[in-house]
Structure formats: structure tokens, C-alpha cells
């Protein structure tokens, strides 16, 4: 049974920081790749980032690049994603995500549950 497990969520005012971490089980995670994914109130799910399986291939969405970098440890079996320079919009429920590269949700097999990230001005 694959589990991914988002932690790191919180509430921050505009500007600051946080980390989300995903921890995955039940797949063979140094194969996978993973994304992050962010849901607002009345809005579709939007592409945030991805990572290959090995680390060395990293896609954004335009929103979030240079500020919201995403990295992994396959040792760990855990995904992260460094959220700086937080904006009110960024203010969204966000999910990590287990599958095949790409910016669609389609690509992705697995879901995690969630994690509330709300940004105060």
C-alpha cells in the first residue's frame, strides 16, 4: 500500500518561510519521480514542481521559480519543497504526488492527503 505523507504545512506571514516534506512508502521511491501540486479555495489543481528520480531533472511552474525550490533524499525516501519569499497567493492546500514526470496531474499514480500552507499579509 503506497502512503505519502505531507508535513511542513502552516500558517507564515507574507515573505516567510517554510518546508513541506512528503514522506513516501510502500514504492520503490529511487525510481520515482515525485511533484508538488497546490489547490486554492474554488480553484483547479495547479502544478508547483517536480523532481526526477534521481534528482537532476527539476521542473516549476513560472509562479514559484527561484523561490520554491524541490529536492529529494532516496535514502530517506522523503521529498521536499522549500517555500521563500511566501505571497499571499500562495495560499493553497498542497499535495505531493508520486508517478511520472510532468506538470499534469495525469502523470502521477499516488497522492498524499494534503497539507494547509496560508500565507497572511
Known amino acids: 500500500q503506497v502512503q505519502l505523507v505531507e508535513s511542513g504545512g502552516g500558517l507564515v506571514q507574507a515573505g516567510g518561510s517554510l518546508r513541506l516534506s512528503c514522506a513516501a512508502s510502500?514504492?520503490?521511491?529511487?525510481?520515482?519521480?515525485m511533484g508538488w501540486f497546490r489547490q486554492a479555495p474554488g480553484k483547479e489543481r495547479e502544478f508547483v514542481a517536480s523532481?526526477?528520480?534521481?534528482?537532476?531533472?527539476?521542473y516549476y511552474a513560472d509562479s514559484v521559480k527561484g523561490r520554491f525550490p524541490i529536492s529529494r533524499d532516496n535514502a530517506k525516501n522523503t521529498v521536499y519543497l522549500q517555500m521563500n519569499s511566501l505571497k499571499p497567493e500562495d495560499t493553497a492546500v498542497y499535495y505531493c504526488?508520486?508517478?511520472?514526470?510532468?506538470?499534469?496531474?495525469?502523470?502521477?499514480?499516488?497522492w498524499g492527503q494534503g497539507t494547509q500552507v496560508t500565507v497572511s499579509s
Open positions: 523532481i526526477s528520480w534521481s534528482g537532476g531533472t527539476t
Open positions: 504526488a508520486a508517478g511520472a514526470t510532468g506538470r499534469r496531474t495525469y502523470y502521477y499514480d499516488y
Open positions: 510502500g514504492l520503490t521511491f529511487s525510481t520515482s519521480a
